[in-house]
């Protein structure tokens, strides 16, 4: 039953993605007609500023899970009872410190967005604000009800219901943003929406899954335990945070509105890249923890590591080939000229992450072995590097620059992370490389014929141009399968191979 939620939840993760694609190019153009540029880029200034809260939750998500794992092969509910009930305890309180701390940042607006809004604009950016903290304030519980979900691998009721909200949220959304209540009718509406999917996870965990609680037995050496493990997980979310919305708030204070809605779709589209990464790792979470609990050997580690990264990399090298040929087309058509100079943005963010996203099970690997000490105090210091970097290339190239600091931020983290993991961690990373290049053999013919293409790209309309996005996508993939995959990628869709993750059968293939 594992494995069927391990591949069905991978199946409907994707699904999701795709759905949320097709919902995305036919929603984001009337979302930023509706709104113009300069509202677009004042939601999206105020929603980086509240994601600053969202690390309040210290990395208890992940610390949760690991000591859930631990628990659960020991079978000792009483623990885990009382473990649902810390979290639960803890959450409900970091969620009532982000209410307090949301009202104060919503009291100094004019103090953290600068000069460059106008007094409409900053009266728009409290109330936002105010609403968006309370969404967050909402999801830090839920959080409890989402790791055990995870933790029990009931992939296929969490996939769904993320594809339900991907579905339907545009269709609330649409109506308001018509009748013109833009982006705080639209907040709003997303706030009362997210309420009901919470909900909805809260019924399912004590329903279905029998989920209990336990208020009576909260150990404090396990607290402090917990405490000391999640401190480098905040780190790494203080990090995330700094990579991914500092620029937003730099460009905000120092270029306004308009500039922050064009290094928005540019962002926006590389989410778009990371999220086809995260699916297939994220299911493999309770594998790692479970991996680890049970003290298995670094090569059992090495080896899923491995074939999930394959498995990444085709995908994500397919997206950003076929983005730089066909992006500016696209950006084109479904943004508009006015975001045309997204398209550089964009693409300055994906290439360095290529690297980073089929090597992201990595990252749970090391909050399970709790081996992440090191890299989170240097991932902490280059984070620091990016703002200092970003700022005068943010004054002088705005949205373009800004694209520029936080990739050469990625690409740094890449280079140490890699040591750190061949180092500390006991992973093969040479085999691992030996493996990517071994595949990158089948990428060689639609990298030349992306090269040609590019060449003779103004001798295409735009829309025209995006017609051969399909072949173009096939004769990646029969190339793939011809000259890169091993045995296990060519039978994986057709055989129950989830199951035999061994060194041996990796060598073999």
Not at 241 to 261: P, Y
Not at 366 to 393: D, E, G, W, Y
Not at 429 to 434: D, N
Request: net charge positive; charged share 15%.
């Amino acid at each position: 039953m594992k494995v069927n939620q391990l591949k069905a939840g991978a199946a409907l993760s994707y699904a999701s993605m795709v759905i949320g694609y097709i919902v995305s190019i036919i929603y984001t153009p009337m979302m930023l007609r509706l709104l113009g540029q300069s509202e677009y880029g004042l939601y999206n200034l105020v929603a980086s500023i509240v994601a600053y809260l969202g690390v309040l939750n210290f990395g208890f998500g992940s610390t949760y899970m690991r000591y859930y794992t631990r628990y659960k092969v020991l079978n000792d509910r009483e623990k885990i009872a009382a473990l649902n009930g810390m979290f639960l305890i803890i959450f409900s309180i970091i969620g009532l410190i982000a209410v307090i701390a949301g009202a104060i940042l919503a009291f100094n607006t004019e103090l953290i967005f600068g000069v460059e809004l106008t007094d409409n604009e900053l009266s728009r950016a409290k109330i936002l604000m105010i609403i968006l903290v309370l969404n967050l304030a909402i999801s830090f519980p839920s959080i409890v009800f989402n790791s055990h979900i995870i933790a029990n691998e009931e992939f296929v009721f969490q996939k769904f219901i993320q594809m339900i909200k991907t579905v339907i949220n545009p269709f609330i959304i649409l109506p308001i943003l018509l009748m013109g209540y833009g982006s705080v009718g639209m907040v709003v509406v997303t706030t009362i929406f997210n309420l009901i999917i919470e909900i909805t996870n809260m019924t399912f965990c004590i329903k279905k899954l029998n989920m209990k609680f336990s208020f009576r037995s909260l150990e404090i050496k396990l607290m402090k335990e917990m405490t000391i493990f999640s401190s480098y997980i905040f780190l790494y979310m203080v990090v995330d945070q700094i990579n991914w919305n500092v620029d937003k708030f730099i460009l905000g204070r120092h270029k306004g509105t308009s500039e922050v809605a064009i290094y928005s779709i540019g962002a926006q589209l590389n989410t778009y890249l990371i999220s086809i990464s995260t699916v297939i790792s994220s299911v493999f979470i309770p594998r790692v923890n479970s991996i680890v609990a049970k003290n298995s050997k670094d090569r059992e580690l090495t080896t899923l590591f491995i074939k999930i990264g394959r498995i990444q990399y085709i995908f994500v090298l397919l997206v950003i080939i076929g983005f730089i040929v066909f992006g500016r087309s696209f950006i084109n058509l479904w943004a508009g000229e006015n975001y045309l100079v997204s398209y550089y943005v964009a693409t300055v963010l994906m290439i360095p992450m290529l690297t980073s996203l089929i090597q992201n099970i990595g990252i749970e690997i090391r909050k399970a072995q709790n081996k992440h000490k090191t890299a989170a105090f240097f991932m902490t210091l280059v984070a620091c590097i990016n703002i200092l970097i970003s700022i005068p290339l943010a004054k002088y190239y705005g949205a373009i620059g800004s694209a520029i600091g936080t990739s050469i931020a990625v690409i740094i983290n890449q280079i140490f992370i890699n040591v750190y993991y061949h180092k500390v961690i006991g992973l093969d990373i040479l085999l691992f490389w030996k493996e990517i290049i071994q595949l990158s053999k089948g990428a060689f013919i639609p990298i030349c014929t992306a090269i040609v293409m590019m060449m003779n790209k103004n001798h295409f309309a735009d829309l025209t141009f995006l017609l051969l996005a399909i072949p173009f996508s096939v004769l990646y993939l029969l190339s793939m399968y011809k000259f890169g995959l091993n045995n296990f990628e060519k039978k994986l869709f057709f055989n129950d191979n989830l199951k035999k993750l061994s060194i041996t059968n990796l060598r073999k293939s």
